[in-house]
Each structure stands twice: as C-alpha cells, then as structure tokens.
C-alpha cells in the first residue's frame, strides 16, 4: 500500500522559512514526477512546484507566485521530496500537499496519482 507522508508544515512569522518534506512508501517514484500544491482555505488546490524524475535531469517548475522564493528538490534514492520556503507572506498559509506518481512536468491535480494528508503552513503578518 502506497503512504505519502509530509512533514515540516508550522507557523512563522513573514519573512521566516520552513522547509516542508515527504516520503512516500509503498512503490518506488523513481521515474515519477513529484510535486507540491496548497489549498488555502475556500480556495482551489493550487500547484506550487514540481520536479521530474533522475532519468529526465530532475528539472524543476515553480508557480510564478513562489518563483525566486521556493526551491524544490528531491533525494529519489529515499523517495523524498522537499520544499525550502523563504522569505514567506501571509498570502502563502495554506495547507500543503505532496503529490506522487506524475509524469512530465504534471502541474493539474488529476495527473498525480497519490497524495498525502497535507501539513499547515501558516504565516503571520
């Protein structure tokens, strides 16, 4: 059975950092795409990152909102992605998503395949 657990979600005050991270279980992600979505609340699950597979380059895709601030990255020998969040606003609280299982350079819900349970960013002004 596939498990996607994420870790590293808190508060903070803006300007500060978190770094989120998710380990999935159950199957190898080796050559999958693995990414990251919020959904604030009353609002969409919005895609946040991605990153493609060792055998693609690990290339990496931002929304324009956390270009320049979000680094996403991935230990795929652990099946592990992580999200460094700086300099962060109060327009990125939110629950945060790890996604398996993608392909190419998924950014739409419905292409991943497994999701975790979501940790709380929240960010105080």
């Known amino acids: 059975q596939v498990q996607v657990v994420e870790s590293g979600g808190g508060s903070v005050q803006a300007g500060g950092s978190l770094r989120l991270s998710c380990t999935a279980s159950?199957?190898?992600?080796?050559?999958?795409?693995m990414g990251w979505f919020r959904q604030a609340p009353g609002k969409e699950r919005d895609f946040v990152a991605n990153?493609?597979?060792?055998?693609?380059?690990?290339?990496?895709s931002y929304a324009d909102s956390v270009k320049g601030r979000f680094t996403i990255s991935r230990d795929a020998t652990k099946n592990t992605v992580y999200l460094q969040m700086n300099t962060l606003n109060p327009e990125d609280t939110a629950v945060y998503y790890c996604?398996?299982?993608?392909?190419?350079?998924?950014?739409?819900?419905?292409?991943?395949?497994?999701w975790g349970q979501g940790t709380q960013v929240t960010v105080s002004s």
């Open positions: 159950g199957r190898s992600f080796f050559l999958n795409t």
């Open positions: 996604a398996a299982g993608g392909f190419s350079a998924s950014r739409s819900v419905g292409e991943y395949g497994y």
């Open positions: 990153i493609s597979p060792p055998p693609r380059g690990t290339t990496t």
